[in-house]
């Protein structure tokens, strides 16, 4: 069982940064990939970036290649995203996952707000 909380959200303007945070509870939190998902509203979530267990690997949806960064510390149970160049259309509901492979994402946190004005 993994239980994440996210934090870092907030109301900024466009072109800023936020840094976004993961904590996950659990002592198996190193075998699981990480990734980060956003819902804006009235629309479907969807996928920003994922993290392998190692932190070797990572993906990014097109939209936040060179604007986004994820990485993680194992040592620490968090993964986190960092976010620059923020648009309008960032503005969702940032939600961190668990997934024990593939994309079998099978714990989620209850999300954090971001919102950037333009």
């Known amino acids: 069982q993994v239980q994440l909380v996210e934090s870092g959200g907030g109301l900024v303007q466009a072109g800023d940064s936020l840094r976004l945070s993961c904590a996950a509870s659990g002592r198996t939190f190193s075998t699981y990939t990480m990734g980060w998902f956003r819902q804006a509203p009235g629309k479907e979530r969807e996928f920003v970036a994922r993290i392998s267990w190692t932190g070797a690997r990572t993906y990014k949806r097109d939209s936040v290649k060179g604007r986004f960064t994820i990485s993680r510390d194992n040592a620490k149970n968090t993964v986190y995203l960092q976010m620059n160049s923020l648009k309008p259309e960032d503005t969702a509901v940032y939600y961190c996952?668990?997934?024990?492979?593939?994309?079998?994402?099978?714990?989620w946190g209850q999300g954090t707000q971001v919102t950037v004005s333009s």
């Open positions: 996952a668990a997934a024990e492979s593939g994309d079998d994402w099978v714990y």
